[in-house]
């Protein structure tokens, strides 16, 4: 089984910074993408940003020039900072990750539990 465990989530005034990380564990083979989505309530999931293999990396326009998202293959941690926070990032972020177990194996989606970030002063 996989396990994806997210951390770094908490309460930050607006302007402030925060970064997430997040861990895969069990037996993986290996990783495609990787990524940060996240929901506020009421709201439908929305990505945030989305990192490839080769450090390919893709965010959504709200986020643009205030997040930077990274990873490291050798941990298969995949991490998001977050600058100029604003009380619309609000939200429970969850990562996710592309995760198969066996060359031959198809690439699967797995998510983390999910972590709360609250921008508010």
């Known amino acids: 089984q996989v396990q994806l465990m997210e951390s770094g989530g908490g309460l930050v005034q607006p302007g402030g910074s925060l970064t997430l990380s997040c861990a895969a564990s069990g037996s993986i083979f290996s990783i495609n993408a990787m990524g940060w989505y996240r929901q506020a309530p009421g709201k439908q999931r929305e990505l945030v940003a989305t990192i490839t293999k080769s450090g390919d990396s893709n965010y959504a326009d709200s986020v643009k020039g205030r997040f930077t998202i990274s990873r490291d293959n050798a941990k298969n941690t995949v991490s998001l900072f977050m600058n100029g926070l604003r009380p619309g990032d609000t939200a429970a972020y969850y990562c996710?990750?592309?995760?198969?177990?066996?060359?031959?194996?198809?690439?699967?989606?797995?998510w983390g539990q999910g972590t709360q970030v609250t921008v508010s002063s």
């Open positions: 996710n990750a592309g995760i198969r177990f066996r060359l031959t194996d198809r690439f699967n989606e797995y």
